[in-house]
């Protein structure tokens, strides 16, 4: 993804953040039977054990990339640890 394309994605989301909220207050209240049934204390339980074993996977796999890459002395998974730094940051800003 080239960076026009990451420029205008965060601009589209910060505007549904604040547009929504704005001009449709009725689908973030607590009268949106979807969201009352759908999210409830099982669901956060759910997410609570699922994220911290995702993040603590992906900081495994990132460490482990380091450490090849020390053994090999050249930075052949810059890539890759760039996409894994960027998962776990979209996954936990996701959460808020």
Request: net charge positive; with cysteine; proline share 3%.
């Amino acid at each position: 993804m080239n960076r026009a394309i990451q420029g205008c994605t965060v601009v589209v989301v910060i505007a549904l953040w604040v547009i929504i909220p704005l001009c449709a207050p009725w689908l973030l209240n607590g009268k949106n039977i979807l969201l009352e049934k759908f999210i409830n204390e099982q669901l956060i339980t759910l997410l609570s054990i699922i994220v911290p074993i995702t993040l603590a996977s992906t900081a495994n796999l990132f460490l482990a990339l380091n450490a090849l890459e020390e053994r090999l002395e050249k930075q052949v998974f810059y890539n890759t640890r760039t996409t894994i730094k960027k998962s776990a940051y979209w996954l936990i800003s996701l959460l808020f």
